[in-house]
């Protein structure tokens, strides 16, 4: 019974690999794993992580959150700085942790600076896109089982962090390895869904503003792009998101507390974000 209910679950669990969290498979590539067996479980969940030739991981489950879990488990323990770097850019927060001007890698979309890049995952996470997707009925939105996925991916993530210590240099004591909701995987899920359509508008989208000569032949001032406190942000922000050709005052400042406070964190992480970006995959 377990094994037939194990094969029902094969396909939604290869969605969430490839869909949700496209990692490489980078197990096969660091070392070869011997074949053993693990048995993760936290707060009601667990799983079965069953490890072959190459470090492979073939989940047993009985429901698709335990599915989840194993899967957010083992996804984890492979990658755990690729991920953790995927969540920051869906967060909108690469300016504040990797500095404002640094360049993405393209994983999540087109942006070419991780100041385009927060501006269009912020424009996204304020907007509450994701979770109006997420309230569409199924068959249009996600069923029941893929939202029990999700949980139990975000839920088998946590508990690895919460039961391992993280040896990879690339996050290694990095304040922006934390732990995820439900949301933030269907916010990386939304990310990689789009990448072919607005995910690679991203700088157009954030730089957009009304040409000037058809501005000021309507008689409206063309506005100056804000800065932040002086000496505190270098160069003025672009656009943030908007229905407006220009950002409203209150998107003024969100955009120049962005650009601001990653001129302040990133002066004293420029080790750990050099050490991140140096790692990741284009692939991840």
């Not at 990310?191 to 501005?215: C, H, Y």
């Not at 005052?249 to 001129?263: K, L």
Request: hydrophobic letters at 35%; a positive charge; proline letters at 8%.
């Amino acid at each position: 019974m377990r094994t037939r209910r194990s094969r029902r679950f094969l396909a939604p669990a290869v969605a969430l690999l490839a869909a949700v969290t496209a990692l490489p498979a980078s197990a096969a590539d660091r070392h070869e794993r011997p074949d053993r067996d693990e048995r993760p479980s936290h707060g009601g969940l667990s799983a079965v992580i069953r490890y072959t030739e190459h470090g492979i991981p073939h989940i047993l489950a009985d429901d698709y959150a335990d599915l989840g879990f194993g899967t957010g488990w083992a996804q984890a323990a492979d990658q755990v700085c690729t991920l953790a770097d995927g969540f920051v850019t869906v967060r909108g927060e690469r300016s504040r942790f990797f500095g404002p001007d640094a360049a993405t890698d393209g994983s999540l979309s087109s942006a070419s600076t991780n100041l385009a890049s927060d501006l269009y995952f912020r424009g996204v996470r304020e907007a509450g896109t994701v979770e109006k997707l997420l309230r569409v009925p199924a068959p249009r939105g996600p069923s029941g089982d893929v939202k029990e996925l999700m949980r139990g991916f975000a839920a088998g993530y946590n508990a690895w962090l919460a039961q391992n210590r993280i040896t990879d240099p690339a996050c290694r004591g990095a304040r922006w390895v934390r732990p995820v909701t439900a949301l933030d995987v269907a916010a990386r899920g939304f990310a990689i869904s789009v990448l072919g359509g607005q995910g690679r508008a991203v700088d157009g989208i954030t730089a957009a503003a009304p040409p000037a000569g058809k501005a000021a032949s309507a008689g409206v001032p063309t506005p100056t792009p804000p800065r932040g406190p002086p000496g505190s942000c270098s160069r003025p922000a672009t656009r943030t998101w908007g229905p407006t050709p220009w950002p409203s005052a209150a998107g003024r400042r969100r955009t120049a507390a962005v650009c601001c406070s990653a001129t302040r964190t990133t002066r004293g992480t420029g080790a750990a974000a050099s050490g991140s970006r140096s790692r990741r995959s284009p692939g991840g």
